[in-house]
């Protein structure tokens, strides 16, 4: 079974910038999450999708940051424009109905 | 809101040893559900164990277990016979409710336990 696949690992911009994530779950998987994880912290939920609907988006900071996932299946997440504090690790992971949630390994985001 | 918190940075043991990380949250809930996630070097996060909050019993995955302490609200793991494949961030996280379909989890900051040969 193919895992949570992102895109692309790594990424290094210049602050003003625009980036974009791309996400795809587990087949099958209605709920698909966007984290963030800063360098020594936890990860921290930005937006969750239920299907293409969404779910909580409580934290994600929606004057730089959009999220999308139109089909129900996959997904992109964009910032812009970036800031220095946005430099961290975006997570992306999917659940069934199981209480477990599969990550994928994540995009690593470099603002200058 | 619910908060988790994992009080050791850092650890590290000898190969073959046994070691425990700790881990204490805060919830007005009575049901919820709590884990430990790994997350070896630019790898991906997995679940390395999981404990539901209304059963009693400890849970254990092989080399694995958990000592969770609902009155004090601590739920700590233990590695027995550690490997240098068990190096690794470990996260302790928890979700509230019965609700599958929404399976939030709130993060500890972690501990970072390093395997020495």
């Known amino acids: 079974e193919a895992g949570v696949a992102q895109s692309p690992r790594y990424k290094i911009i210049e602050k003003r910038q625009s980036v974009a994530f791309w996400c795809n779950p587990i087949?099958?998987?209605?709920?698909l999450y966007w984290y963030q994880q800063i360098l020594g912290q936890g990860p921290k939920l930005l937006i969750q999708?239920?299907?293409?609907?969404?779910?909580?988006d409580s934290q994600l900071p929606k004057d730089r940051f959009s999220a999308e996932r139109l089909k129900g299946v996959d997904s992109t997440l964009k910032i812009q424009p970036a800031k220095l504090e946005d430099s961290a690790v975006y997570l992306c992971?999917?659940?069934?109905?199981?209480?477990?949630?599969?990550f994928g390994e994540g995009s690593r985001l470099t603002v200058l | 809101a619910q908060t988790v918190t994992q009080s050791q940075p850092e650890m590290s043991v000898q190969e073959a040893e046994t070691v425990t990380l700790s881990c204490t949250y805060d919830t007005s809930e009575s049901n919820y559900y709590l884990f430990w996630y790994k997350q070896p070097p630019s790898r991906q996060m997995i679940l390395v164990i999981r404990?539901?909050?209304?059963?009693?019993q400890n849970a254990t995955e092989n080399r694995f277990s958990v000592n969770f302490q609902k009155a004090a609200k601590s739920f700590s793991l233990k590695i027995s016979d550690s490997q240098l494949g068990d190096t690794a961030m470990y996260f302790c996280a928890f979700k509230g409710g019965s609700n599958f379909g929404n399976e939030k989890l709130t993060f500890g900051t972690g501990t970072r336990l390093t395997i020495i040969p």
């Open positions: 999708f239920q299907n293409n609907g969404v779910v909580d």
């Open positions: 087949s099958g998987h209605a709920t």
């Open positions: 992971a999917s659940s069934e109905h199981t209480g477990e949630l599969f």
């Open positions: 404990q539901e909050a209304y059963k009693q």
